[in-house]
């Protein structure tokens, strides 16, 4: 992240639900409403840039806590090492130093971007819609927002920060390769923090 600057932009790569963290509070929650994980969920499952997958058995159409709670975490490896082979390529409109910083939303949620950088900052104006298993945890559990974008990915496994000059035709490559993947904010130098379109939101330390 050494080649971060004030302006960057900052692209988002769906996830494919909880991935690997988070869980006990998933269990937690579970615990609280005493529903088993072979129940039904009462909610859709469906969400732009991911499927879900049915347990070895499951003929039913409609899905269960375990089978979304436990779908396959999405690996990023593919489409980032493309990117990274595109981008050396004398075909590409764009060059690696137009890739300044990727980030891994993991445990900690946004508050993984404070690591890429020391005195930069990061704003979310326009986040990827988190999956239906995150609406359904905040609800039933009463947690807070800010909670819950520091304990889930809320939708985005991934994040980018390329230049704005090529961040466009980043996110329409990557797009191609993963639906779902959008433009969803910038890097400034108003302060070390991420702060995001909803209030609450915001975090000065990992």
Excluded at 30 to 39: I, L, V
Excluded at 78 to 104: G, T
Aim: net charge negative; hydrophobic share 35%.
């Amino acid at each position: 992240g050494e080649h971060l600057e004030s302006g960057d932009v900052l692209i988002g790569l769906p996830s494919s639900g909880v991935h690997s963290n988070g869980y006990s509070l998933v269990r937690r929650v579970m615990e609280h409403t005493g529903h088993k994980y072979t129940d039904k969920v009462p909610f859709t499952v469906a969400s732009i840039g991911r499927s879900v997958m049915h347990f070895e058995g499951n003929d039913d159409s409609h899905f269960t806590f375990g089978e979304v709670f436990l779908n396959p975490t999405r690996i990023y490896c593919d489409p980032i090492v493309d990117l990274l082979h595109h981008a050396e390529s004398s075909e590409s409109e764009f060059s690696l130093s137009d890739i300044r910083a990727i980030c891994h939303v993991t445990g900690g949620g946004l508050s993984n971007l404070l690591r890429l950088h020391g005195s930069l900052g990061w704003h979310i104006d326009s986040p990827l819609t988190p999956h239906p298993e995150f609406e359904w945890l905040q609800e039933v559990g009463g947690i807070e927002t800010r909670e819950m974008y520091r304990t889930f990915n809320m939708g985005t496994g991934m994040i980018l920060a390329v230049s704005k000059q090529h961040a466009e035709t980043i996110c329409t490559w990557l797009n191609e390769r993963m639906v779902g993947t959008q433009v969803i904010g910038h890097v400034h130098n108003q302060g070390h923090t991420v702060t995001h379109a909803l209030d609450g939101v915001e975090f000065t330390h990992y």
